[in-house]
């Protein structure tokens, strides 16, 4: 296509605030009118696949450098754009294979994702002017739209399919149009009239405290230098893997749950981590870690005194355990003391 070939493209978007790479992408397909795949053929070939690996995690050089390049955006900000940008803030490395804390796996197979790993809020796909995906939307923990106080989503309303915006316009000669990255892939639903669905809250203090962490990724705050830092993150996922952790047919999640009075629900089977997990299933998880950070030492060695959690249990396969958990934990090496 005339124009695709120098050095600036014809059309030039840059990324919006907190947008995601591959929503940046398939944006500037369509804004040279061309379908995604043929888009990406023409720009890196044949031989350099994008859409069958997760490249908003894996952050190619060579995709990354030519959007930066031929778009006049500074190479950070076209970085930013990936989860990439996450490292040292919800992990303390990135890593190319295996799983990133707090990151949703695709569970790609081929180009197709089985994974949920796409969430979405569609008050904000409907509040913009031409609808786009967010990057706080690939982070676990992050279940809760704070701009529309409801919960996001994480599949079509209506079929149950995974997003895949980047699918749009298969089999639909048409669909590559301004605005139908909001429509589901599958069945065509408008992604931006799902019903909303109120906060679910287990307890006004574990919800605030929630509510805080999820501005925080979505607000861009820099946690390196706030009191929720990657020392925190790591603790958090150690909690949400005891929550999975059964002892004696006693579990930490039915503890939780029966200190606030609350039903739990049945999690998928298997020492699955948070990042693989379904939407209703990781927001549970988060109240209930949140109910236990808002206040950590007194209510862990609590479970600790119910036999709802072992001490051996709370430093198991945890590398590097940060000083302040470090500290907590200790105290309960002594079962005499309990």
Not at 127 to 144: E, G, H, M, Q
Request: charged share 25%; net charge positive; hydrophobic share 40%.
């Amino acid at each position: 296509m005339r124009g695709l070939t120098s050095p600036l493209w014809p059309i030039r978007y840059k990324p919006l605030p907190d947008e995601l790479l591959t929503s940046w992408l398939v944006r500037l397909a369509y804004g040279h009118g061309l379908k995604v795949q043929t888009f990406c053929n023409l720009i890196f070939g044949n031989r350099r696949q994008v859409w069958n690996r997760d490249v908003d995690r894996l952050a190619p050089e060579w995709l990354v450098d030519e959007l930066s390049r031929r778009t006049g955006t500074p190479l950070e900000v076209a970085y930013g754009t990936t989860l990439r940008s996450y490292e040292g803030r919800l992990f303390p490395k990135f890593r190319s294979s295996g799983a990133l804390l707090w990151l949703q796996t695709l569970k790609m197979y081929h180009r197709k994702r089985e994974g949920y790993g796409v969430q979405f809020c569609g008050a904000c796909l409907a509040d913009d002017p031409l609808p786009y995906f967010r990057k706080a939307w690939r982070v676990s923990f992050n279940t809760i739209c704070i701009k529309h106080n409801r919960m996001l989503l994480d599949r079509c309303p209506q079929c149950g399919s995974a997003v895949m915006f980047h699918r749009m316009e298969m089999g639909r000669g048409s669909a590559f149009e301004a605005g139908s990255m909001a429509a589901c892939h599958a069945c065509g639903c408008d992604l931006r009239e799902s019903p909303a669905i109120s906060i679910m809250s287990y307890d006004e203090g574990a919800t605030m405290w929630h509510l805080r962490l999820c501005r925080s990724i979505v607000d861009g705050v820099d946690l390196r230098d706030a009191d929720i830092n990657v020392g925190l993150m790591r603790v958090m996922h150690q909690l949400t893997t005891l929550l999975t952790t059964r002892f004696q047919n006693r579990g930490l999640d039915q503890y939780i749950c029966r200190q606030l009075r609350v039903e739990g629900i049945e999690l998928l089977p298997g020492r699955m981590p948070i990042e693989t997990r379904p939407l209703l299933e990781r927001h549970h998880m988060m109240q209930l870690v949140a109910w236990l950070m808002a206040d950590l030492e007194p209510r862990l060695r609590g479970a600790w005194r119910a036999k709802a959690v072992r001490y051996n249990r709370m430093i198991k396969d945890f590398d590097d355990v940060p000083q302040f958990y470090a500290e907590i934990v200790e105290g309960f090496s002594d079962w005499r003391r309990q």
